[in-house]
């Protein structure tokens, strides 16, 4: 049985930590999925704090923060590659310290770095394995989430990222999902999670237009039955960023999730 954390994309929405984490206990959520910015990173100490208070555990790190730091893992830049594959080390010892996954999406970058889909992911390839051969040491995973061409230039389906998985072959790197980008780049929301089975390590659940669940076209109930039917036991990140306050999308998403999905 999977279980529901919440992301918070943009830790600046946060005015108390503990009465956020606090309710999103509360409501049942399990975890509280964190993207990797400098306020984040600055606050690591107090996270694991109020994380442990509050009985959650933190499942997975987003680190598409750091392309807002000029990182790249197309880059045509080596200089610029071979920063990007030192953050992500990095971002090994925050991972372990709190069992997390490292999500890797934005970070490889998008089609005004490198216009040549190939070289760019032979670039991302070499990057990833050397990362990933860091990552086997520490024994952190990883999950490279299938984005969509609007947002990321490449790997934006999950057989380009099952492809790109296959290049690195480096055990630590596993697939992922989200519900928003399947239904932008896939035919259907069912057949991703049946096509990895037990190899899908990681999951999203965003609406269609990122807001409150419900306001959009995404068949969560369908999606929810699917994970159940292939045995997925990880966790189901709730994705909410547009429309809504922070508070209304913890409490109004799980609730959707248990009774109007």
Same mark, same amino acid.
């Given at each position: 049985m999977f279980r529901y954390s919440y992301i918070?994309?943009?830790?600046?929405?946060?005015?108390?930590?503990?009465?956020?984490?606090?309710?999103?206990?509360?409501?049942?959520?399990?975890?509280?999925?964190?993207?990797?910015?400098p306020d984040v990173l600055n606050r690591l100490d107090e996270?694991?704090?109020?994380?442990?208070a509050n009985s959650l555990v933190v499942p997975a790190l987003l680190t598409g923060a750091a392309y807002e730091d000029g990182l790249c893992l197309s880059?045509?830049?080596?200089?610029?590659?071979?920063?990007?594959?030192?953050?992500?080390?990095?971002?090994?010892?925050?991972a372990s310290r709190f069992d997390a996954i490292l999500v890797v999406g934005l970070l490889q970058g998008l089609r005004s770095d490198e216009a040549d889909p190939?070289? &760019? @992911?032979?670039?991302? *390839?070499?990057c990833l394995r050397e990362v990933g051969h860091a990552a086997l040491e520490?024994?952190?995973?990883?999950?490279i989430e299938?984005?969509?061409?609007?947002?990321?230039?490449?790997?934006?389906s999950l057989a380009e990222v099952q492809q790109?998985?296959?290049?690195?072959?480096?055990?630590?790197?596993?697939?992922?999902?989200?519900?928003?980008?399947?239904?932008?780049?896939?035919?259907?929301?069912?057949?991703?999670?049946?096509?990895c089975g037990e190899s899908l390590r990681h999951v999203h659940l965003c609406e269609s237009n990122a807001g409150l669940f419900g306001a959009g076209r995404i068949d969560f109930k369908s999606v929810l039955d699917a994970l159940?039917?292939?045995?997925?036991?990880?966790?189901?990140?709730?994705?909410?960023?547009?429309? &809504? @306050?922070?508070?209304? *999308?913890?409490?109004?998403?799980?609730?959707?999730l248990r009774t109007g999905s």
């Open positions: 918070i994309i943009d830790f600046s929405e946060i005015e108390g930590l503990q009465a956020t984490f606090a309710l999103l206990k509360s409501c049942g959520y399990a975890g509280v999925e964190l993207n990797l910015t996270i694991e704090t109020t994380v442990a880059s045509p830049d080596p200089g610029i590659r071979e920063l990007t594959v030192e953050r992500l080390k990095s971002y090994l010892d925050v190939v070289v &760019a @992911n032979q670039r991302i *390839a070499a520490v024994g952190v995973e990883f999950v299938p984005v969509n061409h609007l947002q990321v230039g490449f790997n934006n790109l998985i296959a290049e690195i072959d480096v055990p630590v790197f596993k697939p992922m999902l989200d519900t928003i980008h399947m239904n932008i780049e896939e035919t259907s929301l069912t057949e991703p999670v049946y096509r159940n039917s292939v045995g997925y036991e990880g966790f189901a990140s709730v994705k909410v960023y547009r429309n &809504a @306050n922070l508070e209304e *999308a913890i409490r109004s998403s799980i609730e959707f």
